[in-house]
């Protein structure tokens, strides 16, 4: 559980420092797209991880927002029974669009 607690607190900071990001890239007259996909979301990271930990039965190790061709998702990666497994998101409604065994291919 504290180590749950302490990969969300990670994960809401880096959250935070993406869209400060993009508040200082809009000052200089310029968005970054990253930044702006981790705004528009309108699942959190929390919920998503959530929802990929039920998926799995293993716990969160890694989280992030991307855009797959224009449209927001949110990548899980966990750990548990079945080893490392990746669960993709859509970070608009919350279900579930893909799942893979291992980690997101790079």
Do not use: C, F, W
């Not at 968005?31 to 959530?50: C, G, H, N």
């Not at 716990?59 to 548990?80: F, L, M, P, Q, S």
């Amino acid at each position: 559980m504290r180590r749950s607690v302490m990969v969300l607190a990670a994960l809401t900071g880096l959250t935070l420092a993406s869209v400060a990001g993009t508040a200082s890239a809009a000052g200089q007259g310029g968005i970054d797209p990253e930044a702006a996909a981790v705004a528009s979301i309108k699942v959190s990271l929390t919920q998503a991880i959530a929802t990929a930990e039920q998926q799995t039965g293993g716990k969160a190790y890694d989280a992030g927002v991307d855009a797959d061709h224009g449209k927001n998702r949110i990548v899980v990666e966990t750990n548990g029974p079945k080893g490392v497994q990746t669960v993709i998101i859509d970070a608009n409604t919350g279900k579930v669009i893909g799942q893979h065994q291992g980690g997101v291919q790079d």
